[in-house]
């Protein structure tokens, strides 16, 4: 009897642990179970076709789940009409790949403060992804911040110098900008003259390296050059206007105006109401309307490209790539070209 009663109790226990057992192998087949949907052949994103100036196209990949993007922009002067042309270009291109883009103006005068702002509430509103114009110094703290939210970050068009954990930055390389203007102002005063420069924000890494970059390239190669003054028009183009006149009052013989960020065209047209246009001649930045019609006049002299488009584009799509597919940038640094336009090249590359 007491045999019996063993044997039973022995086979109750197998039962017992061999029920324990499937549970937990139940238990790890269900932990298992995102794995192995992440393992799953992702849903194919739809043909859609890309706009006209864009570089860059999205993987043909769709997200599981709906994103958004920020583009955190400025709106002082012209120039920023394309770059929001770029990113409203993202946004209907995008809306086929289940992510909306929102295109932010940040402000129309340039700060440090207007930066960190934008990106506190961006970063509040939990955006998937943020494509930023930071600009200033400083900024680079709540850039961390959103990071270390799990928030990914790319900035483009201009940065301040101190580091930050972006994921890239597109735009121009300022200071070779800068050396390459100054080897223009060098051709058109055949070396010998007086030149006024015109920045955009004194303190903008951007236009500082444009400028020094010209200023460096003219010290050290172009001795017969003299600079007459270095001034701020805050990107305005009836403040570059007034300048204008005033440095050609006080220097007749003034040969070139450097402006090294917004409202080029001010000066030009400044130029043009004096009179002197084939005499005092502008070398700037920007492929926009607003210049060409003066590269065609000939008050400007060359303009240097930057792609505001093609930036405004291919820095969101490069944002939903990262996200979707996990494709990092080719590189920390991504260039835009240095096209050059001016009065003997404008019909060929503008066509009126």
């Not at 039962?15 to 932990?31: D, M, P, R």
């Amino acid at each position: 009897m007491k045999k019996s009663l063993v044997i039973m109790l022995s086979l109750m226990l197998v039962i017992v642990l061999s029920a324990c057992g499937g549970k937990n192998n139940e238990s790890a087949g269900n932990s298992a179970t995102p794995a192995a949907s992440g393992n799953a052949s992702p849903a194919a994103a739809p043909d859609v076709e890309l706009p006209k100036g864009a570089n860059l196209a999205a993987v043909k990949q769709m997200p599981d789940k709906p994103l958004k993007i920020a583009f955190l922009s400025f709106q002082n002067n012209p120039f920023w009409f394309p770059v929001r042309d770029g990113a409203n270009a993202a946004k209907d291109y995008l809306k086929s790949f289940n992510t909306t883009v929102d295109y932010v103006v940040m402000g129309d005068d340039l700060t440090a403060d207007r930066v960190v702002s934008a990106m506190e509430t961006a970063i509040t509103q939990k955006y998937d992804a943020i494509v930023v114009v930071p600009i200033f110094d400083g900024t680079e703290v709540v850039i961390n911040k959103a990071i270390d939210a799990g928030i990914p970050v790319m900035s483009v068009v201009a940065e301040g110098a101190k580091p930050s954990k972006r994921l890239a930055f597109m735009g121009q390389d300022a200071y070779a900008a800068g050396q390459l203007a100054g080897q223009k102002i060098e051709e058109l005063t055949g070396g010998n003259g007086k030149v006024g420069v015109i920045t955009g924000v004194f303190g903008a890494t951007q236009h500082e390296k444009r400028m020094n970059g010209a200023l460096d390239y003219i010290s050290e190669k172009v001795p017969g050059i003299k600079i007459v003054g270095k001034f701020e028009n805050k990107d305005k183009a009836e403040t570059a206007y007034s300048l204008t006149k005033d440095m050609i009052t006080a220097n007749p013989d003034l040969q070139v105006i450097y402006v090294t960020a917004g409202g080029p065209f001010g000066a030009a047209k400044a130029i043009q109401d004096l009179g002197l246009t084939g005499k005092v001649k502008v070398v700037a930045y920007d492929h926009i309307p607003e210049n060409i019609k003066y590269v065609r006049s000939g008050e400007i002299a060359a303009a240097i490209a930057q792609d505001p488009f093609g930036q405004g584009f291919d820095s969101v799509v490069t944002m939903y790539n990262y996200l979707v597919a996990g494709e990092k940038p080719e590189a920390d640094f991504l260039p835009v070209k240095l096209d050059v336009l001016t009065p003997e090249n404008v019909n060929e590359l503008y066509p009126e």
